[in-house]
């Protein structure tokens, strides 16, 4: 349930007025407009992680596909025939190999874009995602090689990692509703690039062509973003950013209309027209710790489960293929993921560390079946995994939510910017842990 506000502490902590009006309504824009921009975030929530989502849904048919040479396959890739002594049907190389090439670059972005970003127009960084996307699927449906392939996944990672970042940024512009159609269109990329890729491999496609059929996710995001939207003057599409930001005026235009008008204190104005310095964003970051952390660690949880325990959490008597198990497993996370980051119109959770504890305790739970092998059947762990998409989607959707309710107007863009870094965070820490885990239990 959500709670009573708290602000982000950092710059601007002496000024008391009401909600952002950044984050306002879309008042003067009309109904209309408010609705094409919640669909055209939503799609650009969609089409910014399919890649992301594929690479990962591909990352068993990628490895097995390297190992025995074959560029050419024309059905599903298949590893039931083991590679190695094991007891457990394992890749040589783990699956958190394509997970580090897709989360490595996103992170890296994350990291160091938010605070040199705001100086490249939101048109030049779509169209970059864009190519970056499309080359993704290009590179690894036409690799004959691993490095090739990784390449691929890099360019995914970078597309992903840019575009939430800047449109996280973008969303400060609109009404705080536009989040929602966000977190709801990022888990329906979860849902339909896995389910697509396992749909369209098991329907007797080749991975190739599979991914390169994918194109047309990268031609929807141009589309959405510069044909749907309906920005405020106040975004700048091609031209560079000077240091003056928005204008009181335009704010007020996205005000709410049942909300009162700013009301800064005694130089609140002059505080509102200057930009952030580096040191005042170092402070923001810090302010925003209490919600990366934990949403740091759920991430960290469900990924370990991912990329490193799906894959040998294999039933052999079962009616599926060990790579028929691996996409499914995909599938379904992303169902979860789906639903939950769809539900901030219902419910909003405050309490991000209790979903961070359930998520760290599933982990444990599968961690110990791969070590002891209790689960009697596949169908069990297809449950629990949908638990864990659950649990992964709630936590980001309702972290940038009260982020960016909880922030103040000058810091919000920035924050909403550098808070993306957390799931990374999370994520690439689980790749690493995820290589020994694999390891240890292939060579046993």
């Not at 040199?116 to 127009?121: L, T």
């Not at 890099?154 to 989040?179: K, P, Q, T």
């Not at 924050?415 to 292939?442: E, K, N, R, T």
Request: hydrophobic share 50%.
């Amino acid at each position: 349930m959500e709670e009573h506000e708290q602000r982000i502490p950092g710059v601007g902590d002496s000024l008391s007025r009401p909600e952002s009006s950044l984050s306002g309504s879309a008042g003067p824009l009309g109904r209309t407009a408010q609705l094409r921009n919640w669909a055209g975030f939503w799609l650009l929530g969609l089409c910014n992680n399919f890649a992301y989502v594929v690479m990962l849904s591909a990352a068993h048919d990628i490895l097995t596909q390297q190992q025995t040479g074959n560029s050419t396959v024309t059905g599903p890739v298949s590893s039931d025939t083991k590679s190695n002594s094991s007891s457990y049907d394992c890749n040589p190389v783990s699956t958190a190999a394509v997970l580090l090439a897709d989360i490595l670059p996103t992170l890296f972005l994350k990291a160091l874009a938010p605070f040199v970003i705001h100086k490249v127009p939101y048109g030049v960084r779509v169209l970059f995602c864009v190519v970056m996307a499309a080359a993704s699927f290009l590179l690894v449906s036409f690799s004959s090689a691993m490095w090739i392939s990784i390449v691929g996944v890099i360019c995914a990672s970078v597309s992903s990692g840019l575009g939430e970042l800047s449109f996280l940024s973008l969303s400060v512009f609109f009404h705080r509703d536009v989040l929602g159609g966000w977190g709801s269109g990022t888990g329906g990329a979860g849902l339909a690039g896995a389910f697509l890729y396992s749909a369209m491999v098991q329907a007797g496609l080749s991975p190739q062509t599979t991914l390169q059929f994918m194109l047309v996710v990268p031609a929807v995001m141009l589309l959405s973003y510069f044909l749907l939207l309906v920005p405020p003057a106040s975004v700048l599409q091609w031209s560079r950013r000077t240091e003056e930001p928005v204008s009181s005026e335009e704010r007020r235009a996205l005000m709410d209309d049942e909300e009162e008008e700013d009301k800064p204190g005694p130089g609140g104005a002059e505080e509102q027209r200057s930009a952030l310095t580096f040191t005042e964003k170092l402070l923001v970051l810090r302010g925003l710790l209490r919600f990366l952390l934990p949403l740091a660690l759920v991430y960290f949880a469900e990924y370990f489960i991912n990329q490193g325990l799906m894959e040998l959490l294999f039933f052999p008597t079962f009616l599926m293929s060990h790579a028929e198990q691996y996409r499914w497993y995909q599938t379904l996370y992303q169902v979860g993921v789906l639903v939950s980051r769809s539900s901030l119109c219902c419910f909003k959770i405050r309490k991000i560390w209790l979903l961070c504890l359930l998520q760290v305790l599933n982990a444990i739970f599968l961690l110990s079946a791969v070590a002891f092998q209790f689960l009697p059947s596949a169908w069990l762990v297809f449950a629990l995994i949908l638990y864990e998409g659950l649990l992964g989607g709630a936590a980001y959707v309702n972290t940038f939510y009260f982020i960016s309710k909880e922030t103040e107007d000058r810091q919000r863009e920035f924050a909403m910017a550098v808070a993306s870094v957390g799931d990374s965070v999370g994520i690439a820490l689980a790749g690493l842990a995820a290589f020994p885990v694999h390891g240890y239990f292939c060579s046993h």
